[in-house]
């Protein structure tokens, strides 16, 4: 996988080069979907006037034809609310009409796959822009988020789910007894924690399994997985 360099110039106030200990990769979409609106274009937007007075960095876009990196993976970016840009790698996928969405959702996987292992991510901490404050971004992917994370699951997240821990962030939250969305159970609380055993997609919706056997959603606007 080639990676062409185009680093935000240090000087520019849009790189604030605070240190970056990612422990999530924060999937975005440029939401531009103008004829060469490609990584090239957004390459040159990032290091520009109009970035700096948005204050908006990230570290990598993606086109149907290349990956282009605009800071380095140890740097913060601007682009996730303080508390995703303090915890994640920042990706924006091009959505540009003269480019194929689906090469570049191809080429932005190989990309997270790369970071994963490069870095130690784990798969769950792989999220949406969306998770972090409530944006609609990355847009047409939300739709199919779920979809997108089950082709970027490999054999060895699998093992990695087992051991973890879950946090319940929504007020009340339903747990099941077998993996079925009809199977409620019982209720949960914010707040409180338990360990994971595997993940699996049922009726296309991700799903935990506890260790203690029961059932929850994995929907990261509901839980969140502790580091
Ligand atoms: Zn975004």
Known sequence: MEIKQDVIPTTNTNRPGDQLN????????????????????HARYVKGEEAQNRQVSWHYT?????????????????????????ASIGIE???????SFSKTKQK????????????SIPYANVVTHHRWTGKNCPARLLNDWEAFKKELRTEEDEGSIAGQRI???????????????????????????????????????QMYQL?????????DQYVTMLP
């Open 22 to 41: 990612a422990t999530h990769i924060t999937i975005h979409e440029t939401a531009n979907t103008n004829t060469g609106a490609d990584a090239e274009m």
């Open 62 to 86: 993606v086109d149907d034809k290349q990956i282009i990196q605009h800071l380095p993976t140890n740097e913060i970016g601007w682009h996730a609310g303080s508390e995703g840009n303090a």
């Open 93 to 99: 996928l091009c959505v540009n009409e003269d480019g």
């Open 108 to 119: 932005a996987m190989e990309l997270i796959q790369s970071l994963k292992a490069s870095l």
């Open 167 to 205: 946090v319940i962030e929504a007020q009340t939250l339903w747990v099941y007894d077998r993996p079925d969305w009809d199977a409620r159970y019982t209720t949960v609380t914010a707040g409180e924690v338990f360990t994971l055993k595997d993940e699996l997609l049922v009726d296309s919706h």
């Open 211 to 219: 260790k203690s056997g029961l059932y929850i959603t994995a929907n």
